[in-house]
């Protein structure tokens, strides 16, 4: 692609050259930081010509079409930074490999949200405040029991977060007014200090939120958050307990594992952020409009459930039970080459090389069973991952195992259900979520709503036609028109009983 200068002609400017053929005009568009501003194009304008329709309004300028974000920008950030090609992830500038071994989730969640590894004491600080906003109001056990009891746990934690602005009035710019975190970016100590309280409560609260979504599923009573213990800790705990109370002794039997307390403090850090996925956009695209910021974390957990993000390592599991044994795997391998059968838990949309959280859960995996007993799971998992990385077909692909490969065996391991997989993800990406929202919040130019433009492509103008004027072919075919649906139980006797009804009426 693109006509290569003669070097004679060649001089470096950070610009690009745009020639609209169209009407013959050349534009300058600035380059910075490699990206060119979407908003320029609006200003290369041109008469409708043959083929155009009023709806593309051309005279008005171009728009940038980009389906699924597949290249588009939508903010500048100093938080994640992701070389696909090159597998490499880091936090703030740290690589994810150094944090994964030598940290712990809650000094990465300050790494995130603050931009720096903090001090003795302000770790010691951040980490009080995070666990002592960790209880709920008792209110809560109420909200909980009034689901089915066979709600899935992410539809709980999603209601259950949007739950929560209800209590707190005070972090609600509908009603403290629109600039109640923005002003912050102007050093306002009050909006900062209300901006970190609900960062506190959100993350202190997303593993009693979680637990709770956990527990009722059990049939079990809520548990208080412990005191003296690690965030992960806590977490266990709280799933686990099944005392009413909170003190622990050091031989008390319901303390966690050690290992797996260990192993949910690492693959916490891995998922604590990931960039501009789906989940965080969301939470960006729903904060941009200044609600509460847990009505904006309500969004992006509903963004997560969806079963092309949060369920990636739910997917895995199922394949594999699908597969049955490792001598499966050849079959299954070549029904994929085929399309016949998905290949889960390979690949990635950004990782074009291998995921760098692969190699660093792969170890944490071996920790777990160790502790756990080997899953018959494991062997099939193997197989299947060998396979693979010699078969040219998946390594021209690029298709290398990522973190959800191995993530969901680790849960599955340590005991936890597979539709309980995607809260385990919700918990601690909600410390990237909070990071991102400050991050916007705190912008020196202000927080601008997202509005999104479109390539409308329906009907031009059409006049109406009053129903019973209305002749000739009407719009029929799937999708064209309501579907039939079939009805049991009472709406069915119902209208069995209507259509009765006007048969007698007729007689």
């Known amino acids: 692609m693109g006509k290569q200068l003669p070097a004679s002609e060649l001089k470096r400017d950070e610009s690009l050259r745009v020639v609209d053929n169209r009407t013959g005009k050349e534009y300058t568009v600035p380059i910075t930081h490699n990206s060119i501003p979407a908003n320029f194009f609006k200003g290369i304008r041109a008469a409708p010509g043959p083929n155009d329709r009023p709806e593309d309004e051309t005279e008005r300028g171009l728009r940038v079409a980009d389906r699924g974000f597949l290249n588009t920008a939508v903010i500048?950030?100093?938080?994640?930074?992701?070389?696909g090609d090159n597998g490499i992830l880091r936090y703030r500038g740290y690589p994810i490999e150094q944090l994964a071994e030598r940290s712990n989730f809650l000094e990465v969640s300050y790494l995130l949200i603050y931009g720096a590894l903090p001090s003795p004491s302000q770790l010691s600080h951040f980490t009080s405040e995070v666990l002592l906003h960790g209880p709920i109001h008792s209110d809560a056990e109420g909200f909980f029991r009034s689901f089915r009891y066979d709600a899935h746990p992410m539809s709980m934690l999603t209601s259950a977060f949007a739950y929560l602005g209800s209590y707190y009035g005070e972090a609600n710019p509908s009603l403290q007014g629109q600039d109640l975190f923005t002003k912050a970016a102007k050093g306002d100590p009050a909006a900062l200090q209300n901006m970190d309280r609900q960062i506190f409560r959100l993350i202190g609260k997303a593993t009693t939120l979680a637990a709770m979504a956990y527990r009722i599923r059990q049939g079990r009573d809520f548990v208080v958050p412990p005191t003296g213990m690690s965030y992960t800790e806590s977490f266990l705990y709280q799933l686990d307990?099944?005392?009413?109370?909170?003190?622990?002794?050091?031989?008390?039997?319901?303390?966690?594992?050690?290992v797996l307390a260990k192993a949910l403090d690492i693959l916490f850090i891995l998922h604590a952020d990931h960039e501009m996925n789906a989940s965080s956009?969301?939470?960006?695209?729903t904060g941009s409009s200044l609600p509460d910021?847990?009505?904006?974390?309500?969004?992006?957990?509903?963004?997560?459930?969806?079963?092309?993000?949060?369920?990636?390592?739910?997917?895995?599991?199922?394949?594999?039970?699908s597969i049955g044994s490792p001598k499966n795997v050849p079959a299954f391998l070549e029904a994929v080459k085929k399309r016949q059968k998905v290949l889960s838990g390979f690949g990635?949309?950004?990782?074009?090389?291998?995921?760098?959280?692969?190699?660093?859960?792969r170890k944490v995996a071996d920790e777990v069973f160790a502790v756990t007993g080997r899953d018959p799971l494991l062997d099939t998992a193997m197989a299947l991952h060998d396979a693979a990385l010699k078969d040219d077909y998946f390594v021209s692909r690029k298709l290398a195992p990522n973190v959800d490969f191995w993530s969901g065996l680790i849960y599955r391991a340590m005991g936890f259900p597979m539709d309980f997989f995607p809260v385990l993800f919700v918990v601690p990406r909600v410390v990237g979520w909070v990071a991102h929202w400050r991050q916007m919040?705190?912008?020196?130019?202000?927080?601008?709503i997202w509005r999104p433009r479109q390539l409308y492509l329906g009907p031009s103008t059409r006049d109406y036609v009053p129903l019973d004027e209305r002749t000739g072919d009407f719009q029929v075919g799937i999708g064209m028109e309501p579907s039939v649906i079939e009805h049991s139980g009472m709406t069915k006797r119902r209208k069995l009983a209507e259509a009765a009804g006007k048969v007698r009426s007729k007689l």
Not at 297 to 302: D, L, Q, T
Request: hydrophobic share 35%; proline share 9%.
């Open 76 to 83: 500048e950030s100093r938080i994640t930074y992701i070389d």
């Open 241 to 258: 307990h099944l005392s009413p109370t909170d003190h622990l002794s050091e031989s008390h039997s319901n303390k966690p594992h050690p």
């Open 281 to 285: 956009t969301t939470v960006l695209q």
């Open 293 to 321: 910021p847990f009505s904006a974390v309500a969004a992006g957990c509903a963004s997560l459930y969806g079963p092309l993000h949060g369920g990636a390592n739910e997917a895995v599991i199922r394949m594999l039970l």
């Open 348 to 361: 990635h949309r950004v990782y074009k090389t291998s995921d760098p959280r692969s190699f660093i859960i």
């Open 441 to 448: 919040m705190l912008s020196p130019s202000g927080v601008k």
